[in-house]
């Protein structure tokens, strides 16, 4: 076999089996893009905090919406959003997997 010949190899790259969330912030009130937010998700009793900001760097563009690994737990037990006007919106036992266009309130 000529070491050249890469046709000959496959490679089944699934990722991990874990879980997510994605979270596109829709702000009415505050801004538009939810930039300011602080979210809170809590799974299985370990709690991840993050903020939406608007931008990383100079000349650089990011996927807006907010990503959250959730392990193997199926589910977030609550998703609790500060919006930048001050509303507070909860969300409980939110389905794993999926993309939530999430409006504020």
């Given at each position: 076999?000529?070491?050249?010949?890469?046709?000959?190899?496959?490679?089944?790259?699934?990722?991990?089996?874990?879980?997510?969330?994605?979270?596109?912030?829709?702000?009415?009130?505050?801004n538009r893009d939810g930039i300011?937010?602080?979210?809170?998700?809590?799974?299985?009793?370990?709690?991840?905090?993050?903020?939406?900001?608007?931008?990383?760097?100079?000349?650089?563009?990011?996927?807006?919406?907010?990503?959250?690994?959730?392990?193997?737990?199926?589910?977030?037990?609550?998703?609790?959003?500060?919006?930048?006007?001050?509303?507070?919106?909860?969300?409980?036992?939110?389905?794993?997997?999926?993309i939530l266009d999430?409006?504020?309130?």
């Amino acid at each position: 076999m000529n070491l050249n010949d890469h046709s000959r190899f496959l490679r089944n790259n699934k990722g991990n089996q874990n879980n997510w969330l994605i979270l596109n912030l829709v702000g009415t009130s505050s801004n538009r893009d939810g930039i300011g937010a602080r979210v809170k998700i809590v799974a299985g009793g370990i709690a991840q905090v993050a903020q939406k900001k608007s931008t990383v760097g100079y000349l650089s563009q990011n996927d807006p919406r907010m990503h959250f690994g959730l392990a193997k737990k199926e589910y977030a037990d609550t998703i609790e959003i500060k919006w930048p006007s001050g509303k507070i919106q909860l969300l409980e036992h939110v389905k794993a997997n999926q993309i939530l266009d999430i409006k504020e309130p």
